[in-house]
Each structure stands twice: as C-alpha cells, then as structure tokens.
C-alpha cells in the first residue's frame, strides 16, 4: 500500500445502528483501499456481529494504533475499545451505546491532534443515546469542535450538483434567528470562501439564503433581519474580493445552485439547508464540519435503529463520505 495515500479513521458510529453494517459493506469495495488506508475505531465484537449480518467475508485485524495496521484489501484494520457486550440490542437506546459513540470519536480526534491521521469519516451517532450517557453535545460537529479547541467552524453538506453550508444547525428557530448575527455570517462566508479554494475552486461563487420569505422583500416581511444579520458580512465579504451573492430568497435559490450558478450556499438555520440536499438523495449525500484543523466527513443520515441488524442499510453515503475525505485530505501530512 502505497504510504502517500491518506490514511482515514472511520468510527463506528453508535454500535445499536447501522454504522457497523454500512463499515463492512463499504470496506468490501477494493476502490477504497486503492484510494485510501482506512482503519476502524470501535468494538471488534460488533464489527464480527456485522459481518455475520451481511454476509461480507472479510477478515478482522486488531490493532492498537494506526502504525499497526496492514491497510490490505481484504482485512479491516479495527482499534478495538471493547466498550460494549457483544448481546447489545440492535436498534436499542442505551447509554452503553451512547458513551461508547463519543469514545470512538474521542480516540480518532486524539489521532488527528497529532498528525497520525489524514481525516476522520463517521458513522452516525444517536443523540438521545449521547445524552443518556452523559455527553450533552447536539451531535458530532461540536464534539469535534471542543477536542480540537476550535472556534469557528460549521456544518457543510454535499450532494450531487449541491453545497450548503449552516450558520445555524441544532437549535431550535426561535433560537437559531436570534443567534444569527452579521459577525457568525462573515465567518461561515469566508469558511466556504476559504475552503473552497483548498479544493481547487479558484473563486467560489458563493449565495447567501434570506431568513424570511423572499429574503424580506426590501422590509415587507419580518423585521430587518436581513439587513441587521445579512447584508454587512456580505458586503465586507465582497469588499475583500469573495464573489458572494444575497441575501436572495431560499425557495429559488437552491434551484439555481443545482443548475450551476453558485458554487455553494450559505444557509441559515438546519432545516433551510438539509431539506434541500435530502431531497436530492440520503444515498449521496455527505455531511463535512469545516474550519477544524483535520479533515472530518460523515454519512449524511441517521442511526436507522428501525433497520439496523437486518442487512437493509445502504452504504452509499459512507462510501461518499470516505471519498469527500480523501479528496479533502491534506497534502502535508508525511504520514
């Protein structure tokens, strides 16, 4: 295996749902592993379990680190925690499964808080089981965000044909217009800006959503908030030459971004920009947490508790989510 192909950790995800299926299906596709050195954090006995659901004959490795791995098609390198019974329900709310989710991410940013990484690829987690353990986090994107002490980051999603990226993501919307402010807007301007660009896009064409109905019509609905929370980050965005458009009215835009005008949309609140990238496919598309200093990628769906166990879960969106990792994955990194 090639030593300049990066290496990427896939958690496990909540061990209850579906990420241990999805993890075996995709690692039984050779264009993985000619692309990438993937290696699992999570629990071997439930790694075995998936197997056995899905009828993939591959073999499973134990390591202890990265540096031990053999990054061979054919074998899953797995770093084994051992943090739940191999008897754990499938498609179950428990704290185990909970507090088990968190190590697995925990042990990977630890991993890429010393370079022994390229990127990080996540299954999903089950926020209620988050809590139950005591890990009161909305979701993986903060967690990321304390472990790796940063500040400004936030929440893109990719599908075929579209980008969004969040100002806003798990709050409720009372809350999430009143957080939204011009200062937070220019940061996740220039975070798409920025971001962008490292992909190769030389100038991002970059739209911003209204909060209100046709972006409030010059006043006509709401109460300014597009002029008070919109309009200065854009026009400083603009003022240091990032080709960003709006505030343009959310129920046309997104129709012109899949067309091709923009490169990326900026979306203010969860549900202006998931509901847009899940009509276009929950198969395809990929959840990424820009502004950390590693590269981090997830499916874009949930634990699927009513399915896991049953060899129904599709692997599609993991299989992106592995692919978005490498080719966002630094060049800099002598790993």
């Known amino acids: 295996m090639a030593a300049n192909k990066p290496v990427i950790a896939i958690t496990m995800g909540d061990p209850s749902g579906v990420g241990p299926e999805i993890i075996v299906k995709s690692l039984n596709d050779k264009n993985v592993y000619e692309n990438c050195r993937p290696f699992v954090v999570g629990d071997l006995k439930i790694l075995k379990r998936a197997l056995g ?16 791995a053999k990054y061979e098609y054919g074998t899953i390198d797995i770093i084994d925690l051992d943090l739940v019974s191999e008897d754990l329900p499938w498609g179950q709310v428990s704290s185990d499964a909970g507090n088990a989710a968190f190590r697995y991410l925990e042990k990977s940013i630890s991993f890429a808080n010393e370079q022994r990484i390229h990127g990080i690829c996540t299954a999903p987690l089950n926020k209620e089981a988050l809590h139950k353990a005591g890990h009161m986090y909305p979701g993986h994107t903060e967690i990321l965000a304390e472990l ?6 936030a929440m893109m999603l990719s599908a075929p044909n579209l980008r969004v990226i969040h100002v806003t993501t798990h709050i409720g919307l009372l809350d999430a217009i009143h957080k939204i402010n011009a200062e937070r807007q220019y940061t996740v301007i220039k975070l798409a800006h920025d971001t962008l660009q490292k992909a190769g896009i030389k100038s991002p064409r970059i739209a911003v959503c209204g909060i209100n109905p046709h972006a409030g019509e010059n006043g006509l609905f709401g109460h300014g908030e597009e002029e008070e929370k919109i309009v200065p980050a854009i ?11 709006g505030p343009l009215p959310a129920d046309t835009l997104f129709f ?35 502004g950390l200093p590693t590269i981090r990628t997830s499916v874009d769906h949930g634990t699927a508790f009513d399915i896991a166990g049953k060899n129904i879960a599709d692997e599609q969106s993991l299989k992106e989510a592995i692919r978005m990792a490498i080719e966002l994955a630094p060049e800099n990194l002598a790993i």
Do not use: C, M
């Open 53 to 68: 659901v899905t009828n993939v004959d591959l073999q499973l490795n134990s390591i202890a680190n990265p540096e031990e």
């Open 256 to 290: 012109r971004a899949r067309r091709g005008d923009f490169d990326i949309v900026v979306a203010q609140y969860h549900d202006q920009g998931h509901g847009p990238i899940k009509v276009l496919g929950l198969e395809a598309g990929v959840n990424i947490t820009v």
């Open 148 to 153: 790796t002490g940063t500040k400004d980051f």
């Open 235 to 245: 026009e400083k965005a603009q003022a240091e030459g990032i080709n960003v458009q």
